[in-house]
């Protein structure tokens, strides 16, 4: 069975902090996706990791993946109230262009003013 | 900005009756996907769909399931019988030649 575990499940912070959540699996993964979803809508993706020890930035939003391309990591720095949300990730265990993704249960964050 | 749009966005059906589901995936995407949501619970693949036939399908795609590409633009996900458990938010999604799944806004169904 492929599982994505996420750390934390929930997270409450005040508005400035730093944070990171964390998604880990035992399964290699070809790349790894993270999703943001608002309530009642569909998951809205942020960004792709593909190569092992890959950063990327975007914004505040630092995501990385993990050498082994098992785990990822996603930091967001000075934290705001627009960045409340759920957080998902998901490793792509698809073939060729065939995109199947396992999912994690998300990280749902609170960002208080 | 192209996206995957799904209709209807909330779907009430009585147990044992049949529904279809609508995506419109973007247009240039050759692979589209249904997942589901049941709430509090993970996001689960069902089904992918290439050229015209299902490429790979979850042990929920049970016979009750079936997906359809009608014309050159929908994509569509057929409940035949339903059960109260198939309630749950279900998400159309498609992609191209790039690693990324680009998500519509989901279907929320309700089985009464």
């Known amino acids: 069975t492929q599982l994505l575990e996420q750390s934390p499940q929930f997270l409450s912070i005040q508005e400035g902090e730093n944070l990171t959540v964390y998604c880990n699996s035992s399964?290699?993964?070809?790349?790894l996706q993270w999703y943001r979803q608002e309530p009642g809508e569909g998951p809205v993706l942020l960004v792709t990791v593909v190569t092992g020890g890959e950063v990327k930035k975007l914004k505040r939003l630092t995501f990385q993946f993990g050498d082994a391309r098992k785990d990822s990591s996603l930091h967001i720095t000075a934290a705001q109230t627009g960045d409340t949300g759920l957080y998902l990730c998901?490793?792509?265990?698809?073939?060729?262009?065939?995109?199947?993704?396992?999912w994690g249960l998300g990280t749902s964050l609170a960002v208080n003013p | 900005e192209p996206e995957v749009t799904q209709t209807p966005s909330h779907q009430v059906t009585q147990m044992g009756q049949e529904v279809i589901l609508r995506c419109v995936p973007i247009s240039n995407h050759l692979y589209f996907y249904w997942y589901r949501q049941i709430l509090g619970q993970k996001v689960e693949f069902l089904v992918s769909f290439y050229n015209n036939e299902i490429s790979e399908k979850s042990e929920i795609f049970d016979d009750q399931f079936s997906v359809e590409r009608p014309d050159g633009s929908n994509f569509t996900l057929k409940i035949r019988s339903t059960k109260l458990e198939d309630s749950a938010m279900y998400f159309c999604a498609s992609s191209g030649d790039s690693t990324e799944a680009f998500f519509g806004q989901g279907t929320r169904l309700t089985v009464v």
């Open positions: 998901a490793g792509d265990r698809g073939a060729g262009n065939n995109r199947k993704l396992i």
């Open positions: 399964s290699v993964f070809s790349s």
